[in-house]
C-alpha cells in the first residue's frame, strides 16, 4: 500500500493518518512589530497619567462609576482607541454602543475625543 505525501504511518498501529499542518507563528517569524500590538489598559492609563492627562485617574473613574477593567483597547485604521460600555446599572439608553469612547496617541500619550466617534461607536456597537 503506498501513502501520498500528505500522510504518514502511525508508529502504534501502522495505519495511515493524515499531517495536521500547524500554522506557522507570526511573532515568531518577525511578521508583527511592536507598532501593531495593541498597548493594554495599564499602559494606556501609565502613558496618560505621565503626559498629564485625567481620563483614567481614580476620581474621574469613581465619579463615572468605572473601572479600569471595564475599558478594553483595539487598535481601528492605525489608531488606538478606548472604550468601556455602560453599566447594567446605567439608567441611560446606549444600545449596546460604548457609552465612553476615546483615541489614544502613542506618540504623545493623550487621550481625545476622535472627530468621528459616532461612527466609531457604531463600529464598535455589540
Wanted: aromatic share 8%; glycine share 8%.
Amino acid at each position: 500500500m503506498k501513502a501520498c505525501k500528505h500522510t504518514k504511518i502511525c508508529t502504534h498501529t501502522e495505519c495511515f493518518r493524515p499531517i495536521v499542518a500547524r500554522k506557522p507563528n507570526p511573532i515568531a517569524q518577525g511578521n508583527i512589530t511592536e507598532t501593531d500590538r495593541c498597548p493594554t489598559i495599564a499602559e494606556i492609563a501609565r502613558r496618560n497619567e505621565q503626559a498629564g492627562g485625567h481620563y483614567f485617574d481614580p476620581g474621574t473613574l469613581r465619579f463615572f462609576g468605572q473601572t479600569l477593567g471595564d475599558f478594553k483597547a483595539k487598535r481601528i485604521g492605525g489608531r488606538v482607541i478606548v472604550y468601556a460600555y455602560a453599566h447594567k446599572g446605567w439608567t441611560i439608553e446606549f444600545n449596546g454602543r460604548p457609552a465612553s469612547l476615546a483615541e489614544f496617541n502613542e506618540t504623545t500619550g493623550e487621550t481625545r475625543t476622535p472627530a468621528d466617534a459616532q461612527e466609531l461607536k457604531e463600529l464598535l456597537k455589540r
